[in-house]
């Protein structure tokens, strides 16, 4: 159908652009491999589909003792047994991420705009049990701020221990989102039925993103990073359809 | 071509294989060619609830692997006429269910069946997947209990995204909910969800509701599945459900708890 040569740009043989992902953090204390393989049995036993061939960053800001690139090698290895593909590394000390590059791993700087608070306030204090790492948007490239993507359109429910992201863009759910599931989006989202997981709007940070929904059930709701707890929301607003958004600092949700 | 069913939970001992069975039976009853497949490797299960685990030769197991035909591994129902059980090997391990074999096997099922009826085992590995891999349409089994319900629902999930329907982006599996063990009395004292609630978190159209009954565990140590059973109340729930998935309306029964439970409430006795 289409001939190379009658576009310019396919006759390249690529082209490099920047895009937005999220990625999940593994916040490594320490390089005990042992250890960690255990805590992966248990995580990975919890939900197999989820971390089938899932890439993972190591946040190697909070490792203590040094660490060297045959520490690195075992732990890639490791965690490739696991399923897990293990992509790059951040924080830490200079001969940390000199170890981590020199085992096949790419570094990732930090995300200009705070980020890392951002980071912190989306991952709620109590561990969910169905997934380990929290999923943390990391840039994959500096120019891709301006990037807007298509709105996703999720047809069926989201179930139990499926994780949905709408990189750079909106999220319509038509169905419901299930306890135990989590949609994420760059932009606002929309949930047709009944909201029961865990809706992240304005997953990068975006403070003007919205999220609407038909029923209001949720296990955790955010903007921005600024989150609401099941337990720590209002009960006039439970089972009813609305609309959250921010309002300076603070979560705001209206009847509709 | 055969229409393949599989039996799944998520959860395990909510009553798959019980379903199972009586499923199978009420098709092969109502005229249609049925086959019931033990997909519970290393723990198998359905042969002795179909009464058949002294009649067994050969497995599924053997028939991927190529010991034995298919003609030598089914075992013909002695009580219903169209009804046959391949049984699971208790000696494999569940690797052993490859897909390229699975779907050779149901295949060549297909050509001489009506319908296949797929036990699978607990869980969401290996042997859950090679069961639901090839479903038309699926009996989701659950108990009214939050757990269940949960595992229920995330397979569902891998239903919708991992099944072959699902990976060639055709019709998607087609959905039936099964209620279980239902004790309509602890449900009205909130011990249990109730049958809205369950129907309201799955988001799934309600197939039957199966009573809690002495009758299933009378049944099962006789090797006799319960629909067999006259008389017996989660007998007449599977013909009911039978008979619903077969296009006929009938209504739900055993849903409200019984005169002397009623009673009993209120008196304490
Ligand atoms: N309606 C019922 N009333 C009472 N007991 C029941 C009922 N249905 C199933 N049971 C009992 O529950 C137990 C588990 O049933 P069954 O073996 O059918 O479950 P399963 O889901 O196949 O289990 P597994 O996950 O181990 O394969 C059995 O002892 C069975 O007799
Ligand atoms: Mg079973």
């Given at each position: 159908?289409?001939?190379?040569?009658?576009?310019?740009?396919?006759?390249?043989?690529?082209?490099?652009?920047?895009?937005?992902?999220?990625?999940?953090?593994?916040?490594?204390?320490?390089?005990?491999?042992?250890?960690?393989?255990?805590?992966?049995?248990?995580?990975?036993?919890?939900?197999?589909?989820?971390?089938?061939?899932?890439?993972?960053?190591?946040?190697?800001?909070?490792?203590?003792?040094?660490?060297?690139?045959?520490?690195?090698?075992?732990?890639?290895?490791?965690?490739?047994?696991?399923?897990?593909?293990?992509?790059?590394?951040?924080?830490?000390?200079?001969?940390?991420?000199?170890?981590?590059?020199?085992?096949?791993?790419?570094?990732?700087?930090?995300?200009?705009?705070?980020?890392?608070?951002?980071?912190?306030?989306?991952?709620?204090?109590?561990?969910?049990?169905?997934?380990?790492?929290?999923?943390?948007?990391?840039?994959?490239?500096?120019?891709?701020?301006?990037?807007?993507?298509?709105?996703?359109?999720?047809?069926?429910?989201?179930?139990?221990?499926?994780?949905?992201?709408?990189?750079?863009?909106?999220?319509?759910?038509?169905?419901?989102?299930?306890?135990?599931?989590?949609?994420?989006?760059?932009?606002?989202?929309?949930?047709?039925?009944?909201?029961?997981?865990?809706?992240?709007?304005?997953?990068?940070?975006?403070?003007?993103?919205?999220?609407?929904?038909?029923?209001?059930?949720?296990?955790?709701?955010?903007?921005?990073?600024?989150?609401?707890?099941?337990?720590?929301?209002?009960?006039?607003?439970?089972?009813?359809?609305?609309?959250?958004?921010?309002?300076?600092?603070?979560?705001?949700?209206?009847?509709? | 071509?055969?229409?393949?069913?599989?039996?799944?939970s998520?959860k395990?001992g909510v009553g798959k294989?019980t379903t199972?069975?009586s499923?199978?039976?009420?098709?092969?009853?109502?005229?249609?060619?049925?086959?019931?497949?033990?997909?519970?490797?290393?723990?198998?299960?359905?042969?002795?609830?179909?009464?058949?685990?002294?009649?067994?030769?050969?497995?599924?197991?053997?028939?991927?692997?190529?010991?034995?035909?298919?003609?030598?591994?089914?075992?013909?129902?002695?009580?219903?006429?169209?009804?046959?059980?391949?049984?699971?090997?208790?000696?494999?391990?569940?690797?052993?269910?490859?897909?390229?074999?699975?779907?050779?096997?149901?295949?060549?099922?297909?050509?001489?069946?009506?319908?296949?009826?797929?036990?699978?085992?607990?869980?969401?590995?290996?042997?859950?997947?090679?069961?639901?891999?090839?479903?038309?349409?699926?009996l989701i089994v659950t108990n009214p209990e939050v757990?269940s319900v949960?595992?229920s629902?995330?397979?569902?999930?891998?239903?919708?995204?991992?099944?072959?329907?699902?990976?060639?982006?055709?019709?998607?599996?087609?959905?039936h909910l099964v209620i279980t063990r239902y004790a309509p009395e602890r449900v009205s004292e909130g011990e249990m969800l109730g049958m809205d609630d369950i129907i309201e978190i799955l988001?799934v159209?309600l197939l039957g509701v199966i009573p809690e009954s002495q009758a299933v565990l009378?049944?099962?140590?006789?090797?006799?599945?319960v629909?067999?059973?006259?008389?017996s109340d989660a007998g007449q729930a599977y013909?009911d459900l039978?008979?619903r998935?077969?296009?006929?309306?009938?209504a739900h029964r055993f849903l409200t708890a019984e005169?002397?439970g009623?009673?009993?409430?209120?008196?304490?006795?």
């Amino acid at each position: 159908m289409s001939s190379p040569a009658s576009q310019s740009s396919a006759a390249l043989p690529f082209d490099l652009k920047g895009s937005v992902f999220t990625l999940s953090v593994m916040h490594l204390h320490r390089l005990n491999l042992e250890d960690i393989g255990l805590r992966l049995d248990e995580k990975v036993s919890q939900a197999p589909q989820f971390f089938a061939n899932m890439p993972v960053v190591l946040d190697l800001g909070g490792l203590s003792g040094p660490a060297t690139s045959t520490d690195f090698a075992g732990l890639i290895a490791l965690l490739r047994e696991k399923g897990l593909v293990p992509v790059a590394a951040r924080r830490g000390t200079e001969s940390a991420q000199a170890a981590a590059i020199e085992a096949g791993l790419a570094i990732l700087s930090e995300a200009p705009g705070g980020s890392r608070a951002h980071q912190r306030e989306v991952s709620p204090p109590s561990e969910s049990p169905t997934k380990a790492p929290d999923p943390t948007p990391a840039r994959a490239a500096a120019d891709s701020a301006g990037a807007r993507h298509a709105t996703r359109v999720v047809a069926q429910p989201v179930r139990s221990g499926q994780q949905i992201y709408a990189a750079g863009g909106d999220l319509i759910a038509l169905r419901m989102v299930s306890a135990g599931a989590e949609i994420l989006a760059d932009g606002n989202i929309h949930i047709l039925g009944p909201l029961r997981g865990r809706a992240l709007a304005g997953a990068q940070g975006d403070e003007t993103a919205h999220i609407i929904c038909q029923s209001l059930e949720a296990e955790l709701v955010s903007i921005a990073g600024r989150y609401r707890l099941f337990d720590e929301i209002d009960k006039s607003v439970l089972g009813q359809a609305v609309h959250i958004y921010l309002d300076g600092d603070r979560l705001v949700i209206d009847r509709i | 071509m055969a229409k393949i069913i599989v039996v799944t939970s998520g959860k395990g001992g909510v009553g798959k294989t019980t379903t199972t069975a009586s499923f199978a039976v009420g098709l092969a009853q109502r005229g249609h060619k049925t086959v019931a497949v033990d997909f519970d490797v290393g723990l198998r299960n359905l042969d002795l609830i179909m009464g058949c685990e002294r009649r067994v030769v050969y497995d599924f197991v053997n028939v991927i692997n190529g010991e034995a035909n298919l003609n030598q591994a089914l075992i013909k129902d002695k009580r219903v006429e169209n009804l046959y059980v391949l049984p699971a090997s208790q000696t494999r391990d569940k690797e052993a269910l490859t897909k390229e074999g699975v779907a050779k096997t149901l295949e060549e099922l297909s050509k001489s069946f009506d319908f296949i009826v797929c036990d699978s085992p607990a869980g969401i590995e290996h042997g859950a997947l090679m069961a639901m891999y090839y479903a038309d349409e699926a009996l989701i089994v659950t108990n009214p209990e939050v757990s269940s319900v949960r595992d229920s629902d995330r397979i569902l999930g891998i239903l919708a995204s991992k099944s072959r329907r699902a990976e060639e982006v055709e019709e998607p599996v087609r959905e039936h909910l099964v209620i279980t063990r239902y004790a309509p009395e602890r449900v009205s004292e909130g011990e249990m969800l109730g049958m809205d609630d369950i129907i309201e978190i799955l988001g799934v159209p309600l197939l039957g509701v199966i009573p809690e009954s002495q009758a299933v565990l009378n049944s099962s140590n006789a090797g006799t599945p319960v629909i067999l059973t006259e008389g017996s109340d989660a007998g007449q729930a599977y013909t009911d459900l039978v008979a619903r998935f077969l296009g006929d309306e009938r209504a739900h029964r055993f849903l409200t708890a019984e005169k002397k439970g009623f009673m009993r409430r209120w008196f304490g006795g």
